[in-house]
């Protein structure tokens, strides 16, 4: 059974830091690419940031420098580092796993909702 599940997410104040995990099983973590994806009420879903298997991360423009991609293939999760969170960062942020070189292999998380509020 393949699973991917995020946790970490919560309530926090504009400027603050959250750390979101994903934990996955049922797969073999180490050959799949890594995304980490939100969808904010009312918009389409966006690219946050990717770690390939080899450890090389991009991010979208608007969180370069504010986010933090990271995976531990010995523990089969992978982490977003969030800071200076902005409200416009409020979503539900997803986990991707995609097996490489051919993304045959395409697993969702079911999302962790990120609300950035005074």
């Known amino acids: 059974q393949v699973q991917l599940v995020e946790s970490g997410g919560g309530l926090v104040q504009p400027g603050g830091s959250l750390r979101l995990s994903c934990a996955a099983s049922?797969?073999?973590?180490?050959?799949?690419?890594i995304n980490w994806y939100r969808q904010a009420p009312g918009k389409e879903r966006e690219l946050v940031a990717t770690?390939?298997?080899?450890?090389?991360?991009n991010y979208a423009d608007s969180m370069k420098g504010r986010f933090t991609i990271a995976r531990d293939n010995a523990k089969k999760t992978v982490y977003l580092q969030m800071n200076s969170l902005k409200p416009e960062d409020t979503a539900v942020y997803y986990c991707?796993?995609?097996?490489?070189?051919?993304?045959?292999?395409?697993?969702w998380g079911q999302g962790t909702q990120v609300l950035v509020s005074s």
């Open positions: 049922g797969f073999t973590f180490n050959q799949y690419n």
């Open positions: 770690i390939s298997v080899r450890g090389n991360t």
């Open positions: 991707n796993a995609l097996s490489v070189p051919t993304g045959k292999y395409n697993y």
